[in-house]
């Protein structure tokens, strides 16, 4: 691979600043100090940035405990994004899906467009848990309702598990991932949502990580993930 797309890919700037380190002689590779932007770089050599190793790792995979008031994009220009709470430098990285900006919860962050791909197809019918606390009194047969198709006037959602933990608490999995989806669906039988937390996707589970804390997935999680969007 040629060096410069060699650091870009590994968030070192754009192809342009990254000419620019290299020119300016701050890479080596096995003692050497490399100036050709279009140098190769074989597999089993270390890349050294003003003498800070860089191992090519082609995708990275985060789990966020997203916090209210973080937008689920790479950019925005009035809101935080997620990508801030990332603990990487690479800038492919991207949400896959979406949480509305006061929901929190568990948000898978990668750059492996196959597998975002997979996780998000109707087709594959990933579930998704939130925890729900809202406002109002759910009927008596909440639990059948939700367990039949709901129509929300623009689409109708498939079948989904209500697990009602008190009298304004529940669980709701759900395989889609529709705009406001959650909070369309409490508003269909006469209760608003108040808070909102996503606790699972698919395998993954919220567990151990401190609201606004994100870590790299281990590579049982990822096969996890593959085989469960296969």
């Not at 003003?50 to 990275?60: A, F, G, K, M, R």
């Not at 995979?61 to 994009?73: Q, R």
């Not at 006061?102 to 594959?124: F, I, Y």
């Not at 369309?184 to 151990?208: A, D, H, I």
Request: a negative charge; proline letters at 5%; aromatic letters at 8%.
């Amino acid at each position: 691979m040629r060096l410069d797309k060699f650091l870009s890919h590994m968030g070192y700037g754009t192809r342009n600043e990254v000419k620019n380190i290299i020119k300016n002689g701050w890479v080596t590779i096995e003692g050497k100090t490399i100036k050709k932007a279009d140098h190769q770089v074989k597999e089993d050599q270390i890349v050294y940035v003003d003498n800070t190793p860089v191992s090519y790792i082609q995708y990275e995979y985060y789990i966020l405990n997203k916090p209210a008031g973080y937008v689920s994009a790479t950019e925005d220009n009035v809101h935080p994004t997620i990508m801030e709470l990332i603990p990487s430098i690479r800038k492919d990285l991207y949400p896959v899906g979406r949480l509305d900006i006061d929901t929190e919860g568990l948000l898978l962050v990668c750059n492996d467009g196959q597998l975002t791909h997979d996780l998000l197809s109707p087709k594959k019918h990933v579930q998704k848990k939130y925890y729900v606390e809202f406002e109002g009194t759910l009927p008596e047969n909440a639990v059948e309702i939700f367990n039949q198709p709901m129509d929300l006037d623009d689409f109708i959602a498939k079948p989904s598990t209500l697990e009602i933990l008190d009298t304004n608490k529940a669980y709701l999995t759900i395989s889609e991932g529709k705009f406001h989806q959650v909070k369309r669906m409490f508003q269909k039988v006469g209760c608003e949502v108040t808070y909102l937390q996503r606790v699972s996707f698919g395998p993954l589970e919220l567990k151990n990580l401190e609201i606004g804390q994100a870590r790299v997935l281990s590579p049982d999680e990822i096969e996890c993930l593959k085989a469960h969007s296969h």
